[in-house]
Each structure stands twice: as C-alpha cells, then as structure tokens.
C-alpha cells in the first residue's frame, strides 16, 4: 500500500522558516514527479512546487524565491525548505505524487498524503 506522510508544520512568525518532509513507501518514486500542494482556509487547494524525476524544480510565483523543493531518491522523501514566511502562507500543505515523471498539474498526482498544517503569525 503506497503511503505519504509529511512532517515538519508547525506555528511561526512571519519572516520564520520551516522544512516540510515527505516519506513515500509502499513503491518507489524515483521516476515520478512529487509536488506539494496546499489549502487555506475557505480556498481551493492550489500548486506550491514540484520536482521532476530529473530534479528539474517549479514553483507558484506566489513563492518563488522563497521556498525550495528538493528530493532524495534513495529515501524517497521529497522536502520543502520554507524560508521568509508570510502570514498568507498559513494553510495545510499536502504532499503528492505522480505516475509522470515531471508535471505541475493537481490533476496527475494520484497519490497524496495527509497533510500537514502550516501557521503563520502576524
């Protein structure tokens, strides 16, 4: 049974950092793209990042600049360095994964995990 699991949400200041985790198991992803995704409050659940099976990287313009995707194969754990947090930025942050091996489009990633929830204080 494939799983993700993301780690690493929490509460902090705006202009704070967070590292979001997100371990696979159940298969392998090394050749697919994984992305992350998230949803505030009252709002669609809309593209943060993804990461080719190249490492080939995409980012929302809403974040670019300030958050970095990355992978290591080998764990099968994708990753979300988030740096200069904004308030705006508060929303649960879902991982997922795709049969493609690179794509940014929600429609897909047939895997996704449960989210983790991001908070940004004012």
């Known amino acids: 049974q494939v799983q993700l699991v993301e780690s690493g949400g929490g509460l902090v200041q705006a202009g704070g950092s967070l590292r979001l985790s997100c371990a696979a198991s159940?298969?392998?992803?090394?050749?697919?793209?994984m992305a992350w995704f998230r949803q505030a409050p009252g709002k669609e659940r809309e593209f943060v990042s993804s990461i080719s099976w190249s490492a080939s990287t995409y980012y929302a313009n809403s974040v670019k600049g300030r958050f970095t995707i990355s992978r290591d194969s080998a764990k099968n754990t994708v990753y979300l360095q988030m740096n200069s947090l904004k308030p705006e930025d508060t929303a649960v942050y879902y991982c997922a994964a795709s049969a493609f091996g690179a794509t940014i489009a929600e429609r897909d990633f047939g895997y996704w995990g449960q989210g983790t929830q991001v908070i940004v204080s004012s």
């Open positions: 159940g298969r392998t992803f090394s050749n697919s793209a």
